[in-house]
């Protein structure tokens, strides 16, 4: 009976360090685990840029982003450089800061990009007053712009390719009062 009990014990030995080891690893940290992450990014075919609060004047600023409106990316940057405005060097910052949005965040290119959307709203107006002669006081008026701009990919969609799927389906629609024609006798 004896070899009998020790067999037993034998066999139990390897249990209980299997499981004195489980506890032991239990009472330890976790370790983390680093695995590869690979963000999945949506295909994007435009960027955006925005200034708020730019102390010059939503009109003084349209004069100058009416320029640029529609144009390729490159040339838009050539054309802002020749201009001599006042709001020249703000509409620049914005465009380059959409540029490098869109080659940093969307991995697109510089050479694809165009504007496809420019748009100086009007922002707060700070009142202030000038004294003037006998008295009086004139307003001042200091305008502020809020700038947007879209850039977006000039080969996403060819425009042609969209122009001819919407000319090919031409619903025929049936308008109030309209006699039916002979083919559609009921």
């Known amino acids: 009976m004896t070899e009998k009990k020790q067999k037993k014990?034998?066999?139990?030995?390897?249990?209980?360090?299997?499981?004195?080891?489980?506890?032991?690893?239990?009472?330890?940290?976790?370790?983390?685990?680093?695995a590869s992450v690979v963000k999945k990014t949506k295909a994007v075919s435009e960027a955006k840029a925005k200034v708020r609060f730019l102390k010059v004047s939503p009109k003084k600023v349209r004069l100058v982003i009416d320029?640029?409106?529609?144009?390729?990316?490159?040339e838009a940057l050539n054309k802002l450089r020749v201009?001599?405005?006042?709001?020249?060097?703000?509409?620049?910052?914005?465009?380059?800061?959409?540029?490098?949005?869109?080659?940093?965040?969307?991995?697109?290119?510089?050479?694809?990009?165009?504007?496809?959307?420019?748009?100086?709203?009007?922002?707060?107006t700070l009142h202030r007053w000038k004294p003037a002669a006998f008295g009086a006081a004139h307003p001042i008026r200091e305008r502020t712009t809020?700038?947007?701009?879209?850039?977006?990919?000039?080969?996403?969609?060819?425009?042609?390719?969209?122009?001819?799927?919407?000319?090919?389906?031409?619903?025929?629609?049936?308008?109030?009062g309209q006699k039916p024609k002979d083919k559609e006798i009921i």
């Open 9 to 34: 014990d034998i066999k139990k030995e390897p249990e209980e360090k299997k499981a004195s080891v489980l506890i032991d690893d239990q009472r330890e940290r976790p370790v983390k685990k680093v």
């Open 67 to 74: 320029a640029i409106r529609g144009l390729q990316a490159e």
């Open 83 to 124: 201009i001599n405005k006042g709001s020249v060097p703000a509409v620049l910052k914005l465009l380059n800061s959409a540029i490098a949005n869109a080659e940093n965040n969307f991995k697109l290119k510089k050479e694809d990009l165009y504007i496809k959307q420019i748009v100086a709203n009007q922002g707060p």
């Open 146 to 176: 809020h700038l947007e701009l879209v850039l977006g990919l000039r080969n996403a969609a060819k425009p042609g390719a969209i122009k001819e799927a919407k000319a090919d389906k031409k619903p025929e629609t049936k308008k109030a």
